[in-house]
C-alpha cells in the first residue's frame, strides 16, 4: 500500500527551495519557499527543517541556492568563495547533527571541481544536492529492509522524536522497518512519547504515522518505563544525529532514558542511520558536541508560559547513549554491533 506522507522538501521555482514547515505540524501543513541561504540557515536554525539527514540534504540545497543567488554563469575564484561562505553560514546552524558537516563537505568539493572544470557553478551544486537526496533516499530503504526483518509480523514497537520521513529523503531511518513491515501487510503498532520540550514524538511522529494509516499509541514521556513494563513492546528504534568510532550514540534528548528503560525490560535497542551520520572522528560520545538550545523551550509553549520567569534552564537538544546500550545499529550497510560501527564506513 502506497504512503501518504507529504515530502519535507523539495526544489521551488526561480533556484529557490519548497519546504514544509515543520514548527507549524500538526495545526497546520504549512509551506514556505527559500530563496536565500540565510533563509535557508534560518529554517534549520528554527527547527522548520530537522532531522540529521534532512539538515544534510538542505543545507547540500541552501549552497545551491546560494550560487543561483549569485547569478554566476562560471565557477571563478569568486564564486567558489561564495560558496565557502554559505558553507560557514549553514554550518554553524546545528552542531550536533554529522551530516550537516558531511553534507557541506561534499558540496565544497564539487564547487572546487566545477571551478577546475570550468563548469556551470549552479548547474554542478544543484547536481550533488541531488545525488545527496537520492542517495539518502536509497539508504533510508535499505535501512527498512533490514530493519524489518528483526520484527515479527504486527509488533508492537517504540520510538522516539521523530526519524521518519519528515526527517529525511525517504522513508525516514527509525521509521523505516515501521513503513517497510506496514506496506507488506505486517500491520506493526507504535508506541510514541511526546518527546519534550518540542515535542516532536505527538506533532510529527504521531501525525506522520497516521497519515500513513500505520496505528500509533501517543505517551507522555513519564510514561516510557511503565509502558515497556507491560511486556507487549518487542523494540525499541531510534534514530541518530551522530555515532561515534565507539557505538555511542547522539540523538534527541530522551533517547538515553529510553535505553535504560529497554534494557531494565529486556526489549531490544536498535538505532537506526544512514552511514552518512557515522562520525569515525569521534572517538567516543564525549567528544560530540551537544547543541543547548533556548530557556524558553521548556519555560512556556505556543507563548504561554509554563514556569516562573527567571528560572534556571538546562536545555541539551541531544543525550549521549552509551554503546553498550545498543542492541545493533541498522545501516544501509549492514546491522553491525556497536563496536564495529566505524567500520562499516572503512
Not at 570550468?118 to 539518502?136: G, P, T, V
Amino acid at each position: 500500500m502506497p504512503l501518504t506522507i507529504p515530502s519535507p522538501i523539495a526544489w521551488a521555482t526561480d533556484h529557490g527551495i519548497r519546504i514544509l514547515d515543520q514548527t507549524r505540524l500538526p495545526q497546520e501543513e504549512r509551506y514556505l519557499e527559500l530563496h536565500t541561504v540565510e533563509e535557508v540557515a534560518e529554517a534549520i536554525r528554527t527547527l522548520r527543517v530537522r532531522g540529521a539527514p534532512l539538515i544534510g540534504i538542505a543545507a547540500a540545497m541552501g549552497v545551491a541556492v546560494s550560487a543561483g543567488q549569485r547569478g554566476s554563469g562560471e565557477a571563478g575564484k569568486n564564486s567558489v568563495e561564495g560558496v565557502r561562505e554559505a558553507c560557514h553560514i549553514l554550518g554553524a546552524t546545528r552542531p550536533t547533527a554529522v551530516n550537516l558537516q558531511w553534507a557541506l563537505d561534499r558540496m565544497r568539493r564539487r564547487a572546487d571541481l566545477a571551478a577546475m572544470r570550468n563548469e556551470e557553478l549552479y548547474s554542478a551544486l544543484r547536481e550533488e544536492a541531488n545525488a545527496i537526496w537520492e542517495e539518502d533516499r536509497r539508504m533510508c530503504d535499505r535501512i527498512g529492509e533490514l530493519g524489518a526483518a528483526l520484527l515479527p509480523s504486527g509488533a508492537t514497537v517504540c520510538t522516539v522524536c521523530n526519524a521518519g520521513a519528515l526527517a529525511t529523503g525517504g522513508i525516514g531511518t527509525a521509521l523505516a522497518p515501521i513503513y517497510v513491515q506496514h506496506q507488506a501487510g505486517g500491520e506493526p503498532h507504535v508506541i510514541v512519547p511526546e518527546t519534550r520540550p518540542l515535542l516532536q514524538g505527538s506533532r510529527l511522529t504521531a501525525w506522520e504515522l497516521s497519515r500513513a494509516g500505520v496505528p500509533v499509541t501517543l505517551i507522555a514521556d513519564a510514561m516510557i518505563a511503565s509502558r515497556l513494563r507491560l511486556g507487549d513492546v518487542r523494540a525499541v528504534f531510534v534514530g541518530a544525529d551522530r555515532i561515534a568510532a565507539n557505538g555511542d550514540v547522539a540523538n534527541k534528548i530522551g533517547t538515553y532514558g529510553l535505553a535504560l528503560a529497554a534494557r531494565a525490560h529486556g526489549i531490544p535497542f536498535y538505532v537506526a542511520a544512514p552511514t552518512s551520520t557515522i562520525d569515525a572522528a569521534s572517538s567516543s560520545g564525549a567528544a560530540i558536541p551537544i547543541e543547548q538550545r533556548a530557556p524558553a523551550e521548556v519555560t512556556g509553549w505556543l507563548g504561554q508560559p509554563s514556569a516562573p520567569p527567571g528560572v534556571g534552564v538546562w536545555n541539551p537538544a541531544f543525550d549521549v547513549t552509551p554503546a553498550e546500550l545498543v542492541t545493533a545499529i541498522i545501516t544501509d550497510r549492514g546491522i553491525v554491533p556497536p563496536k564495529d560501527v566505524a567500520r562499516v564506513i572503512d
